[in-house]
């Protein structure tokens, strides 16, 4: 567990937070005690404290709320139970498999970009063709654990080089404030907040004839187009692993391919 999950929960009952992370997803009690298969009744003496929940029901409704496992574990804490989902380090022997997998997956991506991202949208792994993209930022951007969005929107990072700032902006900021949202993580908050402050438009609208929103990208003598596919690992039980996604990035058009193609 975090520091931001122990502040979050240190000394609140669990029906309370269960309570809050029920109002984040705007469910009523009666809705949930639908989808949850429990009376209404037992779900307002549970978040009220009138009734002590079991774990059992504490992973019930944390699975019907969509509550990541991070905080399912802190929910478990609150009530007097041990997490229920192991934490284990991405170097360490039990994710050995899911490392090899991450890195088949970055390495065939070649020649194109691709990263692996925890949940704070810091760089944990990328290929080498990630270079086409930091190439220019300040040096001090790059040193681990690096953020990608700050890295993005930071003056001195890629924003320099990015040809629809604003829509991109608007874009990343828009994700970042969705998962803050669903989260409740306060450090996401408070990356939201260091990002807004930074110099730049957020307003602008895609294109009409662009299917998918692009990163239009000044490299050298070229203006790379790429959109973006995001890829999580659907069946983890690992709270390390349910937090890692691939971000992989696609030329949006012939020539950004040809030119990714012809990088030595």
């Not at 790059?142 to 890629?158: K, Y």
């Not at 669903?182 to 990002?195: K, N, P, S, V």
């Not at 696609?250 to 040809?258: K, R, S, V």
């Amino acid at each position: 567990m975090t520091a931001v999950s122990a502040r979050a929960t240190a000394g609140r009952p669990v029906g309370e937070l269960l309570r809050e992370w029920r109002e984040r997803r705007r469910l009523s009690q009666l809705d949930l005690s639908i989808q949850a298969d429990v009376s209404t009744r037992h779900l307002s003496f549970v978040e009220t404290g009138r009734s002590r929940p079991t774990s059992e029901m504490i992973l019930r409704l944390t699975d019907q709320l969509e509550v990541p496992l991070r905080e399912r574990n802190s929910l478990l804490l609150a009530g007097g139970y041990a997490p229920a989902y192991p934490q284990h380090g991405l170097d360490e022997p039990e994710l050995a498999r899911v490392r090899a997998a991450l890195r088949q997956v970055l390495t065939g991506h070649q020649p194109y970009p691709a990263v692996v991202i925890n949940r704070w949208w810091e760089l944990v792994d990328a290929n080498a063709s990630i270079a086409v993209l930091t190439a220019g930022a300040a040096p001090w951007l790059l040193e681990p654990p690096v953020n990608v969005l700050r890295l993005s929107l930071h003056p001195d990072g890629m924003a320099a080089r990015i040809a629809n700032l604003a829509e991109w902006r608007a874009h990343l900021l828009g994700q970042l404030q969705r998962r803050a949202q669903a989260t409740g993580d306060a450090r996401l908050h408070e990356l939201l907040e260091e990002l807004r402050g930074y110099p730049g438009e957020t307003a602008g609208s895609p294109s009409p004839s662009d299917v998918v929103l692009p990163l239009r990208y000044r490299h050298g003598e070229h203006e790379l187009s790429f959109f973006s596919i995001s890829a999580v690992v659907g069946t983890a039980t690992d709270v390390t692993v349910e937090e890692l996604a691939i971000e992989a990035f696609y030329p949006a058009d012939e020539q950004t391919a040809l030119a990714l193609r012809a990088l030595p």
